[in-house]
């Protein structure tokens, strides 16, 4: 392994504390009995005896070494706050080792350590602590990025320079991504705070919390190229999981009211700014309900995630402000077409299809069917402009496989999907129930399957339909995409900013 040279000069200080008999990497635990936030928020004057035995740890940020005295920064999980190191009080009498070699010339930017002391505010008003105790408690091997802040004496605007910010870099040490950039760790933050308001809000309705298989023999419950692995001892090949939305099912047939899975899904295609072929998903079935049902529970649910996580159902995306208020307008997808592309594809054939995407200039090819076609016409001329939520409902049977056919409208089904800032965040049907007539839709999708569609299931699933032979009650079913949410609620443009470690290319 190449050593640059600040490397080389932080294992040469790690060898210097070794050689003074102190354990850079010590067994015992350090007691913490506070934190930065806590410091901040609550000390005052009034209550500084309340601070007067404090002890916490964190990542040494800055250090400004004065003589005898030093002024300091270290972040714990919660923030940073400011230490004062004197060498009489670390290391009282004789014995300065601990502040002249260890902490002036051997501790580095990112060293983790403990301290104690008290708190106290400085000359210019900053709470900081006062230490009289210092200990090391991790090395750190490698230099952190370190990003100045300077202020504008005329604004007060800070800028940051050298910062950590090339995207491919960030994704890739995202340790030390949440380490240098604040904002960073807000976002993941906020984002199990989505997931566990979405649990509570179903939890407190009496659904079930169910884990469903993500090895599966056959792929099925979505259109999507799946990733395909072999289990030696069965010998037989399995799939990851591109959905659970028929095991769900399975569940309702035997007897559940209702149950939901929030959980990884995994699509073998390609990667951009709102796809990562590993995600997480929130599937949930619920008995004697209807798609209409579910777009009124879609509102209400994430009118209650936003404003528990926000405090306000209206978050900012960029230059665009989204509200979350339902109801939300609906439109089905012919009308989304003739609305924004001026196009009435409701009576096309595939031929006219094709004709209209050459139009447009969109790639299609043979193994595309009629469901495709016009899918691929609502995303070019429909979707982009889809930026407050709302609703696309009643879709081709084509397009829709596992839905159940519309009740009044001959050859559309009763599906919408939620539409969010130009990108779909939601995907909900009044489930098919009828045996004969999933047995007959997944026939369908076998010869799409066998003119090259990749996404297509290309073979039954027999145990499934056998489930639907039992009886499932009439069921509605949603899915929702957590990182789009996440996306959403942190005003984020790009998948990768709401998932800690995305896929990447290999690392050269």
Not at 390 to 415: C, F, N, Q, W
Request: glycine share 6%.
């Amino acid at each position: 392994m190449q050593l640059t040279e600040q490397e080389k000069i932080r294992r040469q200080a790690l060898e210097d504390i070794r050689s003074l008999g102190i354990d850079p990497y010590p067994a015992a635990a350090f007691e913490v009995n506070t934190t930065a936030k806590n410091i901040l928020e609550n000390f005052s004057e009034e209550n500084k005896d309340d601070f007067k035995e404090v002890s916490l740890t964190g990542r040494l940020m800055t250090k400004r070494v004065m003589g005898k005295a030093s002024f300091a920064v270290l972040k714990d999980a919660t923030g940073k706050i400011q230490l004062y190191v004197n060498r009489d009080e670390i290391a009282p009498g004789e014995d300065k080792t601990l502040y002249n070699k260890v902490f002036k010339k051997l501790l580095d930017i990112g060293d983790i350590i403990g301290v104690k002391g008290y708190v106290f505010k400085t000359k210019v008003g900053e709470t900081s602590i006062h230490v009289n105790e210092l200990k090391v408690l991790a090395k750190s091997l490698r230099p952190l990025p370190i990003v100045k802040i300077t202020k504008d004496e005329e604004t007060g605007e800070e800028k940051r320079h050298d910062a950590f910010v090339n995207p491919e870099m960030r994704y890739r040490q995202r340790y030390v991504d949440l380490i240098v950039n604040d904002g960073v760790k807000s976002i993941f933050e906020t984002r199990s705070r989505v997931i566990s308001a979405m649990r509570r809000y179903f939890d407190d309705q009496g659904w079930l919390e169910v884990e469903t298989p993500i090895l599966q023999a056959l792929h099925g419950g979505a259109a999507a190229k799946p990733f395909k692995t072999h289990h030696n001892t069965l010998d037989m090949p399995y799939f990851l999981r591109i959905a659970n939305e028929l095991h769900l099912k399975r569940l309702i047939v035997g007897g559940f009211e209702g149950v939901y899975e929030i959980g990884k899904m995994f699509r073998n295609e390609g990667m951009d700014r709102t796809h990562n072929p590993e995600y997480t998903s929130m599937e949930i079935y619920v008995a004697n309900k209807d798609y209409y049902w579910m777009m009124e529970m879609v509102e209400n649910l994430l009118e209650y995630i936003s404003t528990h996580v926000k405090g306000t159902t209206k978050v900012k995306v960029k230059d665009q402000e989204i509200d979350f208020k339902g109801p939300y307008p609906r439109l089905s997808i012919y009308e989304s077409i003739e609305k924004y592309g001026n196009i009435d594809v409701s009576e096309m054939d595939e031929e006219a299809l094709r004709a209209e995407c050459k139009k447009l200039h969109i790639e299609v090819d043979k193994s595309m069917g009629r469901g495709k076609l016009i899918d691929e016409i609502f995303g070019e001329v429909a979707e982009p402009n889809l930026i407050q939520p709302t609703y696309i409902i009643d879709y081709p049977i084509e397009m829709t496989p596992l839905a159940k056919k519309h009740r009044s409208k001959e050859g559309l089904v009763e599906r919408f999907e939620l539409f969010v800032n130009g990108k779909e965040i939601g995907n909900a049907y009044t489930e098919l129930n009828d045996p004969i007539d999933q047995r007959e839709r997944f026939e369908e999708q076998i010869k799409l399957a066998q003119r090259g569609d990749e996404e297509a299931v290309g073979q039954q699933d027999e145990d499934f339909l056998r489930s639907l032979e039992y009886g499932m009650p009439p069921t509605s079913g949603l899915g929702i995409g957590i990182d789009r949410l996440v996306m959403l609620l942190t005003g984020q443009t790009s998948i990768q900013e709401v998932i800690f470690f995305p896929q990447m290319r290999k690392e050269k």
